[in-house]
Nanobody
Framework: QVQLVESGGGLVQPGGSLRLACAAS????????MGWFRQAPGKGRELVAT???????NYADFVKGRFTISRDNAKNTMFLQMDSLQPEDTAVYYC?????????????????WGQGTQVTVSS
């Protein structure tokens, strides 16, 4: 079993900043790709940013230049620095991680999700 725990959400004024964190624990030997997704009320879940184990990043167009994804592989933790937040960024933000387990001679990958953290941007 793997647990992903997000933290750092909250209420912020337009133009403000928040830093989300996602801590992974449980049964795995490593974590491959990790990512942040979000879901606004009445909308589907959308990709915000991803990061590989080697640190290669990818961002949705609507956050480029405002959000920065990073990770600490030694601590199995991922971050999302969110600057210049706007009301349209209001959503539940979810952490996603592809964890790896060795089972016999097989390298198995598992897709895991956190419970989400609310981010509200409002004056």
């Amino acid at each position: 079993q793997v647990q992903l725990v997000e933290s750092g959400g909250g209420l912020v004024q337009p133009g403000g900043s928040l830093r989300l964190a996602c801590a992974a624990s449980g049964r795995f030997v490593s974590i491959d790709d990790m990512g942040w997704f979000r879901q606004a009320p009445g909308k589907g879940r959308e990709l915000v940013a991803t990061i590989t184990i080697g640190g290669i990043t990818n961002y949705a167009d609507f956050v480029k230049g405002r959000f920065t994804i990073s990770r600490d592989n030694a601590k199995n933790t991922m971050f999302l620095q969110m600057d210049s937040l706007q009301p349209e960024d209001t959503a539940v933000y979810y952490c996603q991680a592809d964890t790896v387990r060795l089972v016999g001679w097989s390298r198995l990958k598992f897709n895991n999700w956190g419970q989400g953290t609310q981010v509200t941007v409002s004056s």
